[in-house]
């Protein structure tokens, strides 16, 4: 069965860094989402992407943050300075078609100090 | 308002037996609704979903259970296996292409 795939598993890095995580969506999704989910917490949601573009997102994902899907395979998240509080496991997620399940990668799990 | 932090609802249950994953959700609007597994590290594994137009949904041991007059949601997972320890997540949309909101989850353990 097709995988969402998503580099690194786990990231380290420094309050203030920038960060990229990377996605291999399923290849024919058209639909690609960015979740977050703190540990303990609930999965949150954080940016939609349709046709190159972003079709929602939400309070998280402020001026720090952007996607990407520079070549028609890879989906980004980054995160341009990041801060202690952006600690969390991020999933990658996507779906051919609207109102159906979402396929989810296993997340990286990104940690600032 | 909502708790956080590590301190899930859980289910404990005999192997063998039925369990009943219940999930109250927050938007009557509310098109769409999915049940996922989240296993230790690993990313939520799709079980279930419905529509707002039907009330039940079977699938392999797995029943959705959707009740529109109180916004519930319930699982039912049929003879319950060791394997079936995880955490479960409701979720919600209004439809379309607008996001899935999770619930907080409700942590099964199965004892064999």
């Known amino acids: 069965e097709p995988e969402v795939t998503q580099t690194p598993s786990h990231q380290v890095t420094q309050m203030g860094q920038e960060v990229i995580l990377r996605c291999v969506p399923i290849?024919?999704?058209?639909?690609f989402y960015w979740y977050r989910q703190i540990l303990g917490q609930k999965v949150e949601f954080l940016v939609s992407f349709y046709n190159n573009e972003i079709s929602e997102k939400s309070e998280i994902f402020d001026d720090q943050f952007s996607v990407e899907r520079p070549d028609g395979s890879n989906f980004t998240l980054k995160i341009r300075s990041t801060k202690l509080e952006d600690s969390a496991m991020y999933f990658c997620?996507?779906?051919?078609?609207?109102?159906?399940?979402?396929?989810f990668g296993s997340g990286t799990q990104l940690s600032v100090l | 308002g909502e708790s956080v932090g590590l301190h899930l609802p859980t289910l404990s249950v005999q192997e063998g037996d039925n369990s009943i994953i219940n999930c109250a959700y927050s938007n009557s609007a509310s098109d769409y609704f999915i049940w996922y597994k989240q296993e230790s590290g690993k990313g939520p594994q799709f079980i279930i979903d419905?529509?707002?137009?039907?009330d039940k949904r079977q699938g392999q041991r797995v029943t959705v259970l959707l009740n529109k007059t109180v916004k519930h949601l319930s699982l039912q997972i049929a003879a319950t296996q060791p394997g079936d320890s995880a955490v479960y997540f409701c979720a919600e949309s209004l439809g379309g292409n607008t996001p899935l909101v999770f619930g907080k989850g409700t942590r099964l353990s199965v004892i064999a």
């Open positions: 997620a996507g779906t051919y078609t609207t109102n159906e399940k979402l396929f």
């Open positions: 290849s024919n999704h058209l639909y």
């Open positions: 419905i529509r707002s137009n039907m």
